[in-house]
């Protein structure tokens, strides 16, 4: 069964608005692997999704409720996120997503109130800090393992060796 008209509507005017976008031009079009380079992608990622895609679901009537339509948004941002979970320099992933999940609400939320910016930003620096709680365990590993202490006690025997040879 196709979606109501009035809510077609309302999901047409969300995903033109996000493909204009001025952060949406790396989801306009499926991810070739080839020409992108990222030989890997679909080992990571099994359900890929993009703007372009759904925009040919949504004009060709695929979708039977908005949730549909979000449910596909939701999947194309948490598969950028999770390609590109090590790459912590660039959040235009989360502000596109706050972008979109903003107007979602405005559309079709009888009271908008979600900060989704402020989740983005949330979620971004949670995963900052569990990227830091890896970075020091990997340091503490690195001083308190048994191999570290055993490289450092022979080092140490090494130059109590060479400088009682040097005296």
């Known amino acids: 069964m196709p979606m109501p008209p009035e809510l077609h509507a309302k999901c047409t005017r969300l995903h033109a608005k ?14 070739d692997p080839v020409a992108l380079n990222v030989p890997t992608y679909f080992d990571v990622i099994s359900n890929p999704m993009d703007l ?3 925009g040919g679901k949504l004009s060709a ?3 039977a409720d908005p949730l549909g339509y979000r449910a596909d948004l939701l999947l194309m941002f948490e598969n950028a996120i999770e390609f590109n979970k090590d790459d912590l320099r660039d959040d235009s992933v ?3 997503q706050a ?3 903003n ?3 405005k559309l079709f939320s009888e009271a908008a109130t979600t900060d989704w910016a402020q989740l983005a930003e949330q979620q ?3 995963q900052f800090l569990e990227r830091a709680r890896d970075a020091r365990m990997l340091g503490r590993w690195k001083k308190d393992s048994f191999v570290a202490r055993f490289n450092r006690d022979k080092l140490a025997q090494r130059r109590r060796l060479a400088a009682s040879h040097g005296e």
């Open 103 to 105: 107007e979602w609400e």
């Open 94 to 96: 989360a502000r596109l």
């Open 18 to 31: 996000l493909t204009r976008h001025a952060l949406a031009w790396p989801f306009l079009e499926p991810v």
């Open 52 to 54: 372009g895609t759904m």
């Open 99 to 101: 972008v979109a999940l």
């Open 124 to 126: 971004a620096q949670d």
């Open 61 to 63: 009537g695929d979708y």
